[in-house]
């Protein structure tokens, strides 16, 4: 398609060229950046990205823990998902699970000083990646209209499902 045009027998206004062109441009350059930032932190840290962000979520916490539930949420990630990678995590000394400090019910993640000093080392490389591949490319105003984008993305889509809260 060509131009935005609606097609009544599927009720649907279809992209036109400059905004497909804009969508397409979205969807490589996010994998190709999620790639980039992925591979970075594996082969100079032995970290995948989604393992980063687990400590990044931990080390946001001033106890450094948080329950499972809560640590899905905030990464978007199913809760199966943050198991397996949490078990990767603990397995290589970075985090602990423990019994939730306020109630004794839950599990919760926490984590170790080891995990701390491989996070304090990965996020080098990881802003140091951001801002090369994304943050320096664009101008400020750019930049600032892409993050209110994707905050009203956000909060389009929590609303619409709100067992999620990734904030």
């Known amino acids: ?7 009544p027998d599927t009720d649907v206004t279809w992209l036109d060229a ?8 979205y969807l ?4 190709l950046l999620m790639d980039r930032l992925d591979r970075e932190l594996r082969d100079n840290h032995d970290l ?15 106890s450094g823990r948080l329950r ?5 949420d905030s990464v978007s990630h199913s809760r199966s998902r943050v198991t397996h990678t949490v078990t990767r995590l603990e397995r290589a000394g ?3 699970r423990d019994a939730c400090l306020s109630d004794g ?16 080392e990965a996020a080098v490389t990881h802003v140091r990646g951001v801002r090369a591949f994304l943050v320096d490319l664009a101008d400020e105003d ?15 889509l929590v609303c619409s499902n709100p067992a999620v809260d990734i904030r």
């Open 1 to 7: 398609m060509t131009q935005a045009t609606s097609n």
């Open 18 to 25: 400059p905004q497909q062109h804009a969508w397409r441009a």
């Open 28 to 31: 490589v350059g996010t994998t």
């Open 48 to 62: 995948s990205l989604p393992e980063y962000e687990i400590l990044v979520r931990l080390s946001e916490n001033a």
């Open 68 to 72: 499972m539930a809560t640590l899905a």
């Open 94 to 96: 970075l985090v602990v």
């Open 105 to 120: 019910r839950g599990v919760e993640a926490a984590l170790t000083p080891a995990g701390r000093r491989v996070l304090e």
């Open 142 to 156: 750019d930049f600032a209209a892409v993050g209110r984008v994707f905050d009203r993305v956000t909060d389009n």
